[in-house]
Nanobody
Framework: QLQASGGGLVQAGGSRKLSCIGS????????VAWFRQAPGEGREFAAA????????YYSDSVKGRFTISRDNAKNTVYLQMDNLQPEDTAVYYC???????????????????WGQGTQVTVSS
C-alpha cells in the first residue's frame, strides 16, 4: 500500500514537497512514480524514480522545477516541487511497480499499486 501526503494550497512561484510512503519490504525493487490529474483532465505522468538505481525521469512540463528522490530505508519517495504555477494544480498520485521495464515508467497502465492522491492547488 502507498500513502501520499503533503498537498495543500500554495501561491504561484512557491514550493511544496510531497511524500509517498510504502508498506512492506524491499522498497528498492519498485519504480515509484508521481502522476497528476487536473480538473476535467486525464491523469498524466510527472516524475519517476527507477528501482535499484538513482535514475530519475521527468515530463517536459515539470523538468527543471520538480525533483523526485527516495529513501529506501524509510520506504519513502518525495516530490519536491518548486516554482509552482497555476497549471500545476491537480490531484497528485504516487504509484509503484516492481522491476518495471524502463520503457513503461511513464505509463500508468503498468503500475499496480497506487496511493490515494493528495490535492495541490496553486493560486495566481
Amino acid at each position: 500500500q502507498l500513502q501520499a501526503s503533503g498537498g495543500g494550497l500554495v501561491q504561484a512561484g512557491g514550493s511544496r514537497k510531497l511524500s509517498c510512503i510504502g508498506s512492506g519490504r524491499s522498497f528498492n525493487i519498485y519504480t515509484v512514480a508521481w502522476f497528476r490529474q487536473a480538473p476535467g483532465e486525464g491523469r498524466e505522468f510527472a516524475a519517476a524514480s527507477r528501482y535499484g538505481t538513482s535514475v530519475t525521469y521527468y515530463s517536459d512540463s515539470v523538468k527543471g522545477r520538480f525533483t523526485i528522490s527516495r529513501d529506501n530505508a524509510k520506504n519513502t519517495v518525495y516530490l519536491q516541487m518548486d516554482n509552482l504555477q497555476p497549471e500545476d494544480t491537480a490531484v497528485y498520485y504516487c504509484a509503484a511497480e516492481s522491476f518495471l521495464h524502463d520503457d513503461y515508467y511513464n505509463n500508468e497502465r503498468y503500475y499496480n499499486f497506487w496511493g490515494q492522491g493528495t490535492q495541490v492547488t496553486v493560486s495566481s
